[in-house]
């Protein structure tokens, strides 16, 4: 600690000098973490518009398949799913629906399977057997509210009979508004099949049955890509966002790795301008260096006074180039100077970003105060008693 002490003294001896330096190397700070800023609030504004649907990340089958339990079960079990249920026959989970209080005003509405964990339907109780979440196109449409009575019609026609399924049904809640653009109803999987099973014409005890198709959803935005290739790869043709996200991995990768490029060359005159003023003033006093070490003083100490320098010269030029760099980010912010950001923030600056600059910039010192520290370590006690 007696280097420390002997370096920050040295500091507040010369103020200007110092002064000089923090505000030199804070110039060199504050850019790199506006433009690290500008990178996370760019990145974070897309991701959030596309996070913000969970459809972004549903991927749902264009054609009619055949899947077993077995299939399901490994595709559950994939780390990028994060919610997957078997749909029936796209053709077959449609009905005419109309609420109990308003015969006659009917619309035509899908049947979607539901499970718990459905993306869609976050924050809503998951519906039982004899009820149904609404679409909010379809509630609008019929003048629905939540536990209004229902009726679902499906129908056949059999050897030149027209035939009809008449299902009653309870909207237990109204879906959010983008939870689906069509007019459809969240069920239970058993509606589904048992409408597939009335329009097929099929008995109880018929064949284990196929799902024709399912409803997934990736466990994080950038798992998209991914699900989607290994569907591919089986060949199940997909409907999904895929290449908004995949647009939006790549200007995350393309962002870092412009941000690494100038942040190397930044680095590189930080680590440079520390050094050569470290130096500089170890050159400077390198007669008081010597009188100390003819004093008594191990060469490790000495060794240590330019380290601790640089080391503060770092952290107060984060401090003020941080200060620097969030003034700036607020003008970006406030006069939209990159374009409307609708409401969010172009330049996101946090404690995050001052953290990692300050311990970047310490080890960018720690390296930068190498060569002055050597030259602090070749001092000769005999030079301290040469009048030079």
């Known amino acids: 600690m007696r280097a420390l002490r002997l370096a920050l003294a040295d500091l507040r001896r010369e103020p200007a000098f110092t002064l000089c330096s923090v505000l030199a190397l804070a110039a060199v700070i504050a850019p790199l973490i506006l433009l690290a800023g500008l990178r996370a609030g760019v990145v974070a504004g897309l991701k959030e518009d596309l996070a913000s649907s969970p459809r972004a990340r549903e991927i749902a089958n264009v054609q009619n398949l055949a899947l077993d339990e077995a299939w399901f079960a490994r595709i559950a079990a994939r780390p990028e799913v994060g919610f ?37 339907l976050a924050g809503i109780a998951q519906p039982r057997e004899g009820q149904v979440v609404v679409t909010a196109s379809a509630a609008q449409r019929l003048g629905l509210n939540a536990g209004d009575a229902l009726r679902l019609r499906v129908v056949r026609v059999m050897e030149g009979r027209r035939e009809a399924l008449n299902l009653d049904l309870v909207a237990v809640a109204i879906a959010p508004l983008g939870a689906f653009d069509r007019d459809a109803v969240f069920a239970p999987p058993a509606l589904g099949r048992r409408m597939q099973d009335f329009l097929d014409n099929r008995g109880e005890d018929a064949a284990p049955r196929r799902s024709e198709g399912f409803r997934l959803h990736a466990r994080r935005l950038e798992d998209v890509p991914a ?37 190397a060359v930044g680095g590189t005159g930080f680590v440079l301008g520390l050094g050569a003023a470290l130096w500089a003033a170890v050159a400077r006093k390198r007669r008081t260096l010597s009188l100390l070490r003819l004093m008594g003083m191990r060469r490790a100490t000495l060794v240590m006074i330019p380290v601790w320098q640089g080391i503060a010269y770092a952290v107060a030029g984060s401090v003020v180039g941080t ?18 950001a609708d409401g969010r923030d172009l330049a996101r600056i946090g404690l995050d970003e001052f953290a990692a600059a300050t311990m970047l910039a310490a080890g960018a010192a720690v390296l930068a105060s190498g060569v002055a520290a050597a030259r602090a370590a070749g001092a000769d006690p005999a030079e301290g008693l040469r009048d030079e």
Not at 87 to 111: H, M, N
Request: net charge positive.
């Open 84 to 120: 997957v249920v078997p749909r029936t026959r796209l053709l077959a989970a449609t009905g005419s629906l109309e609420a109990a209080a308003r015969p006659g005003r009917v619309a035509t509405v899908e049947v979607l399977p539901t499970a718990p964990g459905d993306p869609l």
């Open 227 to 263: 699900l989607v290739a290994a569907l591919q790869e089986q060949g199940i043709e997909t409907r999904s966002r895929v290449e908004d996200v995949a647009a939006l991995l790549a200007l995350d990768r393309n962002l870092t790795a412009g941000f690494v490029v100038i942040a």
């Open 323 to 340: 200060a620097l760099a969030a003034g700036a980010a607020r003008l970006v912010n406030r006069l939209s100077l990159l374009g409307a």
